[in-house]
């Protein structure tokens, strides 16, 4: 049965309520509810009924689906005790002797911020407090600190495949070949669209390439200017680290091993179970890659727990009560799938992509346009939610079947999408990590975006031309012309400052 418009409705209500509510589990259900309401022809008690025993219960008894959540747990209780270990805060302590100039302070705050790769809200609150004082000594703008953490923290996570934000997407990509039945793995397609993540790598490159060239522009050069003026004092942003050190964030027995050996652990455990399968040169199972992941988290964790027993950071009985609540933290998480997996079924059984690629083609819209007009909405969307994963969920089930029907290479669209998710996330004021950032740095939010922005956007605009590019050559040396612009732009922007100034 053909919907026509009414196939936009479901979608529609999930951006418009994002946008209003700022709640993206309120938003993801209500477009659900609508779709159901067209098939069961307004009876809503017969919608809610469907909605509940021909979606919910039907993803969360799909076997796929329950590895995947399952997943997201035993991470997030692996996220939960690196955070509170105060591990971190002991590794960037021990590499302060060599800091002792700009670049090095920032380069190291940058590969910190890499380092905590397996937690986007994590590297905020864990980098942060470790480089302040030692921005606060050399003169460096607190402002520039949470730049350099919001760009290591979702710009970083959201390139690795066996973290939570690569499960999360995996998850919505393959519920899309489901529905469209492409024979395709999810991971593969996550894996080649790492290259067209135009914006996150902008994001991350762009921070060594400024610490580099010291060819700050815009507020961000202002505020540095303002930073070499202000005499902090170490003792004082001691002070305040100890302030952190009350709040959980750094223990005092708490040493870098707790940090390394974690992650060499769910490493080793993943490799180790999928060597046999010829992983990482042959393509593993799905299932058997999800639970090889688990598996490493779990004794990953196990190993920490240790660790923190041993150097006495805290009891038993704390520690595996952080851990639960680490796990208790993702039911967020579970409940955001289940609605997106509901949404993206009901969006197919609705014809919603057919009828928008149907329009387009009717207009003649340029197929290599394409991967550039997902990264503008999904930017949008992105910034008006300030919710990147929410953004992921309801542009996922349009993406794939739009790339699929304009013959453009899923990486290409997959990338697309997350990238304007990221962009927007990154804009916008009422994004958690730019939040969590402005506190990690203990800078004042607006100043954090103000600063931000231009970056932001000079990253966004490159992004835009380099999609314009893929769309139409489907290759991957987009990314390299676009970091090749980054660098011009940043030169050419530096010169003209000095000319006005």
Same mark, same amino acid.
Not at 107 to 135: E, K, M, N
Not at 173 to 198: M, R
């Given at each position: 049965?053909?919907? #026509?418009? %009414?196939? !936009?409705?479901?979608?529609? *209500?999930? /951006?418009?309520?994002?946008?209003?509510?700022?709640?993206?589990?309120?938003?993801?259900?209500?477009?659900?509810?609508?779709?159901?309401?067209?098939?069961?022809?307004?009876?809503?008690? %017969?919608?809610?009924?469907?909605?509940?025993?021909?979606?919910?219960?039907?993803?969360?008894?799909?076997?796929?689906?329950?590895? /995947?959540? /399952?997943?997201?747990?035993?991470?997030? #209780?692996?996220?939960?005790?690196?955070?509170?270990?105060?591990?971190?805060?002991?590794?960037?302590?021990?590499?302060?002797?060599?800091?002792?100039?700009?670049?090095?302070?920032?380069?190291?705050?940058?590969?910190?911020?890499?380092?905590?790769?397996?937690? =986007?809200?994590?590297?905020? %609150?864990?980098?942060?407090?470790?480089?302040?004082?030692?921005?606060?000594?050399?003169?460096?703008?607190?402002?520039?600190?949470?730049?350099? !953490?919001?760009?290591?923290?979702?710009?970083?996570?959201?390139?690795?495949?066996?973290?939570?934000?690569?499960?999360?997407? @995996? #998850?919505?990509?393959?519920?899309?070949?489901?529905? !469209?039945?492409?024979?395709?793995? =999810?991971?593969?397609?996550?894996?080649?669209?790492?290259?067209?993540? *135009?914006?996150?790598?902008?994001?991350? *490159? @762009?921070?060594?390439?400024?610490?580099?060239?010291?060819?700050?522009?815009?507020? @961000?050069?202002?505020?540095?200017?303002?930073?070499?003026?202000?005499?902090?004092?170490?003792?004082?942003?001691?002070? =305040?680290?100890?302030?952190?050190?009350?709040?959980?964030?750094s223990k005092k027995n708490a040493k870098p091993l707790m940090v390394i050996l974690p992650i060499v652990v769910v490493f080793a455990t993943l490799f180790i179970t999928l060597a046999p399968l010829g992983f990482p040169f042959k393509k593993v199972d799905g299932n058997e890659f999800r639970v090889a992941l688990t598996m490493g988290y779990f004794f990953g964790a196990v190993v920490l727990m240790l660790l923190i027993r041993v150097y006495k950071v805290q009891t038993f009985k704390d520690t595996f009560k952080v851990y639960v609540d680490g796990m208790k933290g993702m039911t967020d998480v579970a409940v955001t799938l289940v609605l997106a997996w509901s949404l993206g079924s009901m969006i197919s059984a609705l014809g919603t992509a057919d009828f928008i690629v149907n329009a387009m083609k009717s207009i003649q819209f340029a197929p290599g346009l394409v991967p550039a007009a997902l990264f503008l909405f999904g930017a949008f969307v992105s910034f008006s939610t300030g919710s990147s994963w929410g953004t992921f969920a309801i542009m996922m089930p349009l993406a794939i079947p739009m790339a699929h029907a304009f013959s453009i290479p899923y990486a290409i669209g997959v990338g697309a999408v997350l990238s304007g998710g990221l962009f927007g996330d990154h804009c916008s004021p009422i994004s958690d990590t730019t939040i969590l950032s402005s506190t990690g740095a203990e800078c004042d939010l607006v100043d954090h975006v103000k600063t931000q922005l231009p970056y932001a956007c000079v990253n966004g605009v490159i992004a835009l031309m380099a999609y314009v590019f893929a769309g139409f050559t489907k290759s991957p040396l987009a990314v390299v012309l676009a970091v090749a612009v980054l660098f011009a732009v940043i030169y050419v922007w530096n010169r003209r400052d000095v000319k006005t100034t």
């Open positions: 049965m053909n919907y #026509g418009l %009414l196939s !936009l409705l479901p979608p529609v *209500i999930a /951006v418009v309520l994002a946008i209003k509510s700022k709640n993206v589990i309120l938003s993801l259900f209500c477009g659900g509810l609508a779709g159901t309401l067209i098939f069961c022809a307004g009876n809503p008690f %017969l919608a809610v009924k469907s909605i509940i025993g021909d979606y919910f219960f039907v993803q969360l008894t799909d076997s796929y689906n329950a590895g /995947v959540i /399952v997943l997201v747990v035993f991470i997030g #209780g692996f996220i939960k005790l690196m955070e509170k270990s105060g591990g971190a805060q002991a590794f960037g302590k021990s590499v302060y002797r060599f800091v002792n100039t700009k670049l090095k302070a920032q380069l190291c705050a940058w590969a910190g911020g890499i380092v905590i790769f397996f937690s =986007d809200l994590g590297t905020p %609150l864990l980098v942060g407090p470790v480089f302040r004082p030692l921005f606060d000594k050399l003169k460096i703008s607190r402002e520039k600190l949470a730049w350099i !953490l919001d760009s290591t923290s979702s710009p970083v996570a959201i390139l690795i495949p066996f973290i939570g934000w690569g499960v999360y997407i @995996m #998850g919505l990509i393959q519920a899309e070949f489901e529905n !469209l039945k492409i024979n395709q793995s =999810d991971y593969t397609t996550f894996v080649q669209a790492i290259p067209f993540q *135009i914006y996150a790598i902008l994001a991350i *490159i @762009m921070i060594p390439m400024i610490a580099v060239t010291k060819k700050d522009f815009s507020q @961000m050069k202002k505020a540095e200017i303002k930073a070499a003026a202000v005499n902090y004092s170490f003792e004082d942003s001691a002070e =305040d680290e100890g302030k952190d050190k009350t709040e959980g964030y």
